[in-house]
């Protein structure tokens, strides 16, 4: 299908960058939230980081203009009736997201494309609980969306040839880079990411060293971007206790769960950046 306007469910950090990446190709963008506030914070928040673009030279004034120009917000999500794609990035919850996509299906065109941005529940499982899952795929964005390349396209269970690669043309369209796979616990770099994660934090205690010193010995030893605990402050540790315990019920593998001391800073709320403390201050 020739998708020309996309619907982003959930304005959040991802659905926003999400969001931000589509408008900037091109596309016609509905976002959904469910309050007129959160759509407009949304608004801002992609409004500022492309006037940060423009102030860098990397975007033209005009170029931002035409691209925020391309955004709708809305609460409601029978709006979203025009779109040929819909990214859903609410919670991470399976029930709510599958009580969504019995929504999308009711409100959406028959041919729409409908797809998760899951980091670690089941494709198959929310695709389920739809009467249509051939039109249901998994595209999975990286944090933060508008950087990362990545966009993995996750092949449910009964997920059409058609709908993927509808999805695979898109994430081409958007200058991301797709990795195809099926619909496994954790995909395929949170298969990975995560038990990594849990490794680093664990070392925390057995090695005795501070944050500051892990993220030192993993970005000059081993050459990560960011270290490990500025990563999961980004991430956010809810988010990641959420995917490690996903991962764990799944798989049943004692890396996958989550190190206590992440669950204490879950439960103290020290989330990271989006709380302004985590393993490091904001
Ligand atoms: N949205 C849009 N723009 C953003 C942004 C966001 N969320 N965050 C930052 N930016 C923009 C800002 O404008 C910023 O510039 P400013 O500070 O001057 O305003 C600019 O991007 C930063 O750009 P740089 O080119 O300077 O970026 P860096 O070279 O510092 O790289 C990075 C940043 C790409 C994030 C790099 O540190 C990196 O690759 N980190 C690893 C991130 C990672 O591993 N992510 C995956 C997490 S796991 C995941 O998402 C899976 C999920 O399921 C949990």
């Not at 999400?18 to 608004?43: K, M, N, P, W, Y």
């Not at 409908?114 to 944090?143: C, D, K, Q, W, Y």
Request: proline content about 5%; glycine content about 8%; aromatic content about 4%.
């Amino acid at each position: 299908m020739d998708v020309r306007r996309i619907g982003v469910v959930g304005l959040g950090a991802m659905g926003a960058g999400i969001a931000q990446v589509a408008i900037e190709a091109g596309f016609d963008v509905v976002g959904r939230e469910v309050s007129d506030e959160l759509g407009t914070a949304a608004t801002e928040r992609i409004g500022h980081f492309l006037t940060r673009k423009v102030e860098k030279g990397r975007l033209a004034q005009d170029a931002r203009d035409a691209a925020l120009g391309r955004l709708r917000t809305t609460t409601d999500v029978s709006e979203l009736v025009d779109c040929d794609l819909v990214v859903e990035a609410i919670v991470e919850e399976l029930q709510a997201k599958r009580a969504l996509f019995v929504e999308l299906e009711r409100f959406c065109r028959r041919d729409t494309v409908l797809a998760t941005n899951t980091s670690a529940l089941s494709v198959t499982e929310i695709a389920a609980a739809t009467a249509s899952p051939e039109r249901v795929v998994g595209m999975h964005f990286f944090n933060p969306a508008p950087l990362m390349p990545l966009v993995e396209v996750v092949r449910g269970e009964l997920s059409s040839d058609d709908a993927v690669a509808t999805a695979l043309d898109v994430v081409d369209r958007l200058g991301k880079v797709a990795v195809p796979c099926h619909d496994t616990p954790g995909f395929v770099v949170n298969r990975v990411l995560i038990p990594l994660l849990n490794d680093c934090v664990r070392v925390l205690d057995e090695a005795r060293v501070s944050p500051e010193a892990l993220d030192a010995a993993m970005t000059n030893g081993a050459g990560w971007p960011m270290g490990p605990c500025t990563l999961l402050d980004l991430v956010g540790i809810d988010v990641h206790v959420h995917a490690s315990e996903a991962l764990y019920e799944k798989l049943r593998e004692t890396r996958m769960a989550p190190p206590p001391r992440l669950v204490a800073m879950r439960n103290a709320g020290l989330l990271g950046r989006k709380s302004g403390r985590g393993f490091h201050g904001y």
